[in-house]
Structure formats: structure tokens, C-alpha cells
């Protein structure tokens, strides 16, 4: 009985090797190398621009282009954010009405209509090694 629990054990680890890969996610049209570009990746749609599962960061940017590279991600549905913090102070800086100042981009390249656009419009599968492209947005559009 110790030896099946131990076999049953080794595959479940062996099987959940098989449903996890890994993300790439290209943020082009940076308007600096100033700064840092923070990614934001969630899989519930009610903490979608709330609580992130996964942040990563990178700095200092040597081209107007950055990768993220996230590996062993579970398979499933995901939305990310991203934000082009250029003054360095780890904040979104908003203007008037609550308007970007900083670039930002979703996945699926989503744009929302008078704010950021929903869960389902930012969503995507992932079901194996992929690698995204999505381009900031530059206030004021």
C-alpha cells in the first residue's frame, strides 16, 4: 500500500509538470527607457485590478521594447496589466477626472471606454508556452 500511495504521489507530481508553462509577455512602444514597467497578472474576474497573483517588475529598460518571463504558470484564464512608472514613484500618476499620465496596456491589447477595460475583454487562455505582444497606450491616447 506505501509503495501504490508513493507512485500515485510521483505521478501527480509528474502530471502537474505537464499542466504548467511558460508565459512571455513583449511590452513595445515604450515612450522612454526612463523608469521601471511593472506587470500585474490575475485569474479571478472580481479581483481583476485589485489583488494581483503575480507582479514582476523590470528595470532599468534598455529599449523601447521589454520581455516578462513568468515560468511554470499553471494552465488557465488569466488578464494582465501593465504600467510604464517613468518618475519612479510605484504608482499609476492620474490626472483630472482620474485620466493616465503614465503609459499602460492590457492584455489583448483591451482598451476600456471612460476607464480600464473589464476581465473579459483583458482575458486569455493559457493552455501552454505563449508568448503575448501588447502595446502601451500613451496618454493622452
Known amino acids: 500500500m506505501k509503495i501504490l500511495l508513493t507512485l500515485f504521489g510521483i505521478a501527480c507530481l509528474v502530471l502537474n509538470g505537464f499542466s504548467q508553462g511558460t508565459l512571455e509577455v513583449e511590452v513595445a512602444n515604450l515612450s522612454s527607457t526612463n523608469g521601471f514597467v511593472y506587470l500585474q497578472l490575475f485569474d479571478e474576474e472580481d479581483q481583476f485590478l485589485k ?16 520581455v516578462f518571463t513568468i515560468p511554470d504558470l499553471p494552465f488557465g484564464t488569466y488578464a494582465l496589466s501593465v504600467m510604464h512608472d517613468e518618475n519612479e514613484n510605484g504608482v499609476m500618476d492620474k490626472g483630472t477626472f482620474g485620466i493616465p499620465q503614465e503609459g499602460y496596456a492590457f492584455s489583448n491589447n483591451a482598451k476600456g471606454m471612460f476607464g480600464p477595460p473589464s476581465y473579459e475583454d483583458s482575458s486569455f487562455s493559457f493552455q501552454g508556452d505563449v508568448r503575448l505582444k501588447i502595446s502601451i497606450i500613451h496618454p493622452p491616447f
Request: hydrophobic share 30%; proline share 6%.
Open 51 to 66: 489583488k494581483s497573483i503575480r507582479q514582476e517588475k523590470i528595470g532599468p529598460i534598455n529599449a523601447q521594447t521589454v
